[in-house]
């Protein structure tokens, strides 16, 4: 009966987030398929008062809505972890998804303990998922332009020395880079085409993609718009270092291997252990399911395991 439970619940879960996405994610096609209705109309509708009146309560309080699920500060906050993940949705709608995730969390975990005291802690995971896959996709995003950052400047250190502008070398690396580097460099010259300035735009690439190496090639560029120089060799002896940094940390993530595997098995070690057991003999681990007891002493082993897992995690992080 609980297995039966949980696949309702799972069915119900996936339709209501098909829903969602099909929402958010189809809005171009909302969009052309309005202006078609539009455009398709020979005389113009008018609106009866009562259903006017309907209307702009509606979008009132949808408005009342968003500016009370985010405040400005951590609507910013979010639109930068947003922008820097690549993620293509609004804060509010990101806000949403988190308070799904929290009540899904907190349901499945109920489904599986059958206890009251445990929808706590399934909240609290069902609220950090969010978050951690937003940072997941961040972390691989910047790496993928990190990697990409020295053939960048290289090509912008050829286009200058062939006589291009920096707005025209910058084009140049739009028209022959891969994602991410393609999109974050088109956002920088459209910002630039609508009036920013190039520090400013510069300064908002930094935001979106937090990168030391980024950060050093920006600030030279700053620097030579402001005392002159030869830009061209300035970023050519940066590509460089850049090429020497990613070099050495490739040496060092194969040298902290063992231990970032011992972080692996002493996080993951009990949980295998504990399905082996479960399925050996569920009786005898179901216990710690059911009791209150046994609740607790699982809250304290998860945390030990993840405070465990994190001290490793940073003692094998070496900054270069």
């Not at 609290?124 to 053939?151: H, M, T, Y």
Request: include cysteine.
């Amino acid at each position: 009966m609980n297995w039966l439970l949980i696949l309702m619940f799972l069915s119900t879960a996936t339709l209501f987030f098909m829903l969602i996405l099909q929402r958010f994610f189809a809005k171009d096609k909302l969009i052309e398929k309005r202006i078609n209705h539009y455009l398709q109309q020979t005389d113009k509708e008018v609106l009866e008062p009562k259903k006017m009146k309907m209307t702009i309560d509606f979008r009132l309080t949808k408005q009342r809505i968003r500016k009370h699920l985010v405040k400005k500060d951590k609507n910013t906050q979010i639109e930068v972890l947003l922008s820097q993940a690549g993620v293509p949705l609004k804060p509010e709608e990101y806000v949403m998804f988190k308070w799904i995730s929290i009540l899904l969390g907190a349901g499945l975990l109920y489904l599986f303990v059958e206890n009251v005291l445990i929808l706590p802690v399934g909240a609290i995971i069902g609220a950090i998922i969010p978050k951690v896959i937003l940072q997941r996709r961040s972390r691989i995003r910047l790496k993928k332009f990190n990697d990409a950052l020295p053939e960048m400047i290289s090509t912008i250190v050829g286009a200058l020395r062939a006589g291009f502008s920096f707005p025209q070398a910058l084009q140049s690396v739009m028209e022959e880079s891969s994602s991410p580097m393609k999109e974050e460099i088109e956002v920088v010259i459209k910002e630039m085409q609508y009036g920013a300035t190039m520090e400013d735009a510069l300064n908002r690439l930094k935001d979106r993609m937090p990168s030391e190496d980024l950060n050093l090639m920006i600030q030279a560029i700053i620097i030579q718009r402001q005392v002159g120089g030869n830009l061209a060799t300035v970023l050519e002896k940066i590509a460089e270092t850049i090429r020497d940094r990613i070099k050495i940390q490739g040496q060092i993530k194969t040298l902290t291997a063992q231990g970032r595997m011992s972080g692996l098995v002493v996080g993951l070690l009990p949980v295998l252990l504990g399905m082996i057991l479960f399925v050996v003999d569920p009786g005898y681990i179901g216990v710690l399911f059911t009791n209150t007891i046994g609740i607790i002493l699982l809250v304290v082993a998860a945390i030990s395991c993840i405070i465990g897992f994190f001290f490793i995690r940073k003692i094998t992080a070496i900054e270069v």
